[in-house]
């Protein structure tokens, strides 16, 4: 059973104060990690796919990494728009199709 | 944005009752999706579609049933609606199912009482 556990849970960081979410994984056979954006009331919004280990994307303030085992969403000096809940998800070769997310973490820019 | 429509948008009913969502989609893509949210579960997929008339369960589908007569069009149906369905209910879609990702609707929000 694919498993995804994403920490912290919640974050509350000052403007310009950078940090890093993690999301730790386990599947059968990895076919793409996935990070999106939650804003409150609205549906998740896609940010990066990742397929490999030692692969990095970037949008703006923000930089995806993966490993065997994890991956990080690095965010460098966060705005209070950066304000959000965000969700990693797995896709894996086995089972339904669809994605395994993870609960979250909840994070919180204060200007 | 990725061209999803959701309906309803919210939803009050009663327990006992059937009670269908839509999910229209206009990227005319391949494979759809039905997601509900609660808190402390994350999202969690109720069933998926492949194609036309093409359905699979997913992690949590007991006490619903979906159809997808039309690309565009996939229902989602509570036969008998319980307060446990109780949650927030989102639609996505994707090109090409496996490997790629997935893009989202802005949900309905479903109480049943």
């Known amino acids: 059973e694919d498993q995804v556990t994403q920490s912290p849970e919640a974050l509350r960081l000052q403007e310009g104060e950078s940090s890093s979410l993690n999301c730790s994984y386990t599947?059968?056979?990895?076919?793409?990690l996935f990070w999106y954006r939650q804003d409150p009331g609205k549906g998740p919004e896609f940010l990066f796919t990742l397929y490999s280990a030692g692969e990095e994307k970037e949008k703006e303030r923000l930089k995806a990494t993966l490993t065997k085992k994890e991956s990080f969403l690095h965010i460098t000096a966060p705005k209070p728009e950066d304000s959000a809940t965000y969700l990693c998800?797995?896709?894996?070769?086995?089972?339904?199709?669809?994605?395994?997310f993870g609960k979250g973490t909840h994070l919180i820019i204060q200007p | 944005d990725a061209g999803i429509t959701q309906s309803p948008r919210h939803k009050v009913t009663e327990t006992g009752t059937p009670v269908t969502l839509r999910c229209h989609q206009t990227e005319n893509h391949r494979y759809m999706y039905w997601y509900r949210q609660d808190p402390g579960h994350g999202l969690r997929l109720i069933h998926y579609s492949y194609g036309v008339k093409d359905t699979d369960k997913g992690e949590v589908s007991d006490g619903y049933s979906v159809s997808r007569s039309k690309t565009e069009d996939f229902l989602l149906t509570l036969e008998s609606a319980t307060s446990s369905q109780t949650s927030v209910y989102f639609c996505?879609?994707?090109?090409?199912?496996?490997?790629?990702?997935?893009?989202f609707g802005q949900g309905t929000r479903l109480t049943v009482v």
């Open positions: 996505a879609i994707s090109p090409e199912g496996q490997n790629t990702e997935a893009f």
């Open positions: 998800a797995v896709r894996s070769g086995g089972g339904a199709d669809g994605l395994t």
């Open positions: 599947v059968s056979g990895l076919r793409g």
